[in-house]
């Protein structure tokens, strides 16, 4: 297979993982929504957002570092099985830190201790994502994989929640389905990635463990920072308001965000690894093709945001129903979204990430972080338009990275054509 064919493959292979996950998501969404009701949805989101904290930790950058050393050395299959095991072994050993917190958390704080169980429950995804090793798939540019065992994870989700979530009270097996479709298709990923790569789990050496900590450390502090906003927007909404709103809140959001991951997620995903390693072999050749890239895609997805302003009322009815009008506001604020992450995403993950200027992304993505923060906590606690503020607050974030990231391009990149 060309790289050409093998990239589309890649592309097409993650664009069918997210649309199952769109399709999917307007299935379970309004199902839970209609059930539940926003209070009940809106503990379960909360709780998910708090166990993602500890998923940011259990990653650890990996899924760009890794990728990325993969993605250059696929074509030797022992250090590939080097590369894997000392990452493995790393993302075990922080996994097991990450539970011990959460469960002093839980028991500590009575915030969080009247639904520990949900915590508890939700916390079995992020066994699940340690087991399936995505990072290593996109390193080999081999993602129909991915794209099969996602489709298995979402399948078992949806039918599972269907069958047993019939009232309100069944909210605390919402997450428990979740957890055991990713555990079960998180242990078959892993045993296919050893039997297709012949990968040998091998005890590294501390200087191998050593190297993938330092390699990853930079990308890990950018992505807790970048995750810390994708998640403190229902955090913060939790701790300054009630489940209602978090639940109208976290309801239209998931909706955008699925979209938007759909999108910028896809891209990233697929064309990263070949980024990089076109970046080391040919830097106009790799300058060549983001800007390809940019042409083909920002146009479309302005069209879609645009069409998302318009139709957003007609949208939430439609997909939450009459219940949860408090959504629409959210979806037309964020409207953008879809746009603005992709071009900072190309803007970040392309030109910044695959030409190595990991310091100049960390300070991006933190001086970002502390604008968005900032807004959202200025009119969280200051204001009473708080769904509104933590809108603004999200898109100065996508805006921020943009606005920080052209003048490096400008004064970077001419040196290279």
């Not at 810390?228 to 939790?238: R, W």
Request: aromatic fraction near 14%; glycine fraction near 4%; hydrophobic fraction near 55%.
């Amino acid at each position: 297979m060309t790289q050409k064919r093998k990239l589309i493959s890649n592309f097409l292979s993650l664009s069918s993982i997210n649309v199952v996950n769109i399709l999917l998501t307007f299935v379970t969404a309004p199902y839970l929504a209609r059930v539940l009701g926003p209070e009940k949805l809106g503990i379960i989101f909360f709780a998910q957002a708090v166990v993602q904290y500890f998923n940011l930790v259990t990653d650890y950058g990996f899924n760009l570092s890794a990728t990325r050393e993969i993605s250059i050395y696929r074509d030797d299959f022992n250090k590939t099985s080097e590369i894997f095991s000392s990452v493995m072994i790393v993302k075990t050993v922080l996994m097991f830190v990450c539970f011990i917190i959460l469960l002093i958390a839980v028991f500590s704080f009575e915030v969080l201790h009247k639904d520990y169980i949900i915590y508890i429950f939700s916390f079995g995804t992020i066994i699940g994502n340690l087991l399936f090793p995505i990072w290593f798939f996109q390193g080999m540019e081999n993602m129909k994989h991915i794209a099969i065992l996602n489709l298995i994870s979402k399948l078992m989700s949806v039918i599972l929640i269907i069958t047993v979530i019939k009232n309100t009270s069944d909210y605390i097996y919402v997450p428990l389905i979740n957890s055991i479709a990713c555990i079960v298709v998180g242990l078959i990923s892993t045993l296919m990635a050893a039997r297709l790569y012949k990968l040998q789990i091998k005890i590294p050496s501390v200087s191998e463990i050593r190297s993938q900590i330092i390699n990853g450390w930079h990308v890990f502090i950018s992505s807790v920072m970048i995750s810390f906003y994708n998640l403190a927007d229902v955090f913060l909404l939790g701790i300054f308001t009630d489940p209602i709103t978090v639940g109208y809140y976290a309801t239209g959001s998931k909706l955008v965000r699925a979209i938007e991951s759909g999108l910028s997620g896809t891209l990233a995903q697929a064309v990263n690894p070949h980024v990089s390693r076109l970046a080391s072999l040919d830097k106009k050749e790799a300058l060549l093709f983001i800007q390809k890239i940019s042409k083909k895609t920002l146009p479309p997805v302005f069209i879609l945001s645009l069409l998302l302003l318009i139709f957003a009322g007609q949208i939430s009815n439609l997909i939450f129903g009459s219940k949860f009008e408090g959504s629409i506001i959210v979806i037309r604020m964020l409207s953008f979204l879809p746009f603005l992450a992709l071009t900072a995403t190309i803007n970040c993950n392309f030109y910044l990430l695959a030409f190595g200027y990991f310091n100049k992304y960390m300070r991006v993505i933190l001086a970002s972080i502390i604008v968005s923060f900032s807004v959202m906590f200025f009119f969280l606690a200051f204001t009473t338009i708080k769904i509104i503020g933590v809108c603004i607050g999200v898109l100065l974030f996508a805006l921020t990275i943009i606005f920080l990231t052209f003048p490096i391009i400008k004064k970077e990149y001419p040196k290279i054509q």
